[in-house]
């Protein structure tokens, strides 16, 4: 029997999957009429769905629930979309600001057409949380508990995080000047790191508010910019 926390869990869960499936039919329109968009295919969804076995565990993992009563929201929300949006903010004073002042004459690959952006980010944004985050941590620190009951959560914990907080910023290592792959790779795993930190702490919805922040002013908000003043005609 679900508890209720468990089954409002679940609900949100249903909730993001289903506009995850509603931005791939967006893309799928549009994809005609748009070139270089960016599409949220099939088996990004199918993945999606390995995510509902580890949000059912997560009490056993020692995890919070997305909704657990005891964590304050002030946790769950707010900090962590401040965060995010500090992020955001320092990555488009450096990205545009610093190195690219002067207007593109196009999109560039990081950024896609508004409101689709909407749909796309967000649906992005859930797929590596999952894939980082959901996923990773909550297995380990469930085979903690299966296997020594609690007794090397920390070392497990700490460990895994600091692996799953690695792993963005090696995939995504930049080209260019000393100081701006530093930037990157430091920025890149503070981020990281602290979405596990909150992770544990308040649950699933608050290192996916930290990224949906950076998203909002990095691909979304700097995208609408882009392309309807830098763009305009």
């Known amino acids: 029997m679900l508890d209720t926390s468990k089954k409002f869990s679940l609900l949100t869960y249903f909730l993001f999957l289903l506009l995850a499936l509603l931005t791939f039919f967006w893309g799928q329109h549009l994809l005609p009429t748009l070139t270089g968009i960016r599409l949220f295919g099939p088996w990004s969804m199918g993945l999606l769905l390995l995510g509902l076995p580890f949000l059912l565990i997560q009490h056993q993992a020692r995890l919070p629930q ?3 009563p005891t964590v304050k929201n002030k946790d769950r929300i707010w900090i962590p979309v401040t965060i995010g949006l500090a992020f955001g903010a320092f990555d488009v004073l450096v990205a545009k600001l610093i190195l690219h002042p ?3 004459t196009e999109l560039p690959p990081f950024l896609q057409p508004f409101p689709y952006s909407l749909g796309l980010y967000f649906s992005g944004a859930l797929y590596v949380e999952v894939f980082y985050r959901l996923v990773p941590i909550t297995l380990v620190l469930w085979l903690e508990q299966k296997i020594w009951k609690g007794k090397y959560a920390g070392v497990a914990f700490w460990t895994i995080a600091l692996l799953t907080s690695l792993r963005e910023p090696l995939e995504q290592l930049s080209t260019g000047a000393a100081w701006f792959m530093t930037y990157s790779c430091l920025a890149g795993f503070a981020f990281n790191f602290l979405q596990a930190i909150y992770y544990r702490k308040a649950g699933f919805l608050a290192n996916l508010l ?11 908000l700097l ?3 882009v392309e309807y003043v830098e763009l305009a005609p």
């Open 210 to 220: 930290i990224r949906l922040s950076h998203y909002l002013l990095w691909h979304i």
């Open 102 to 104: 002067e207007p593109y």
């Open 223 to 225: 995208g609408i910019y």
């Open 66 to 68: 997305i909704w657990e």
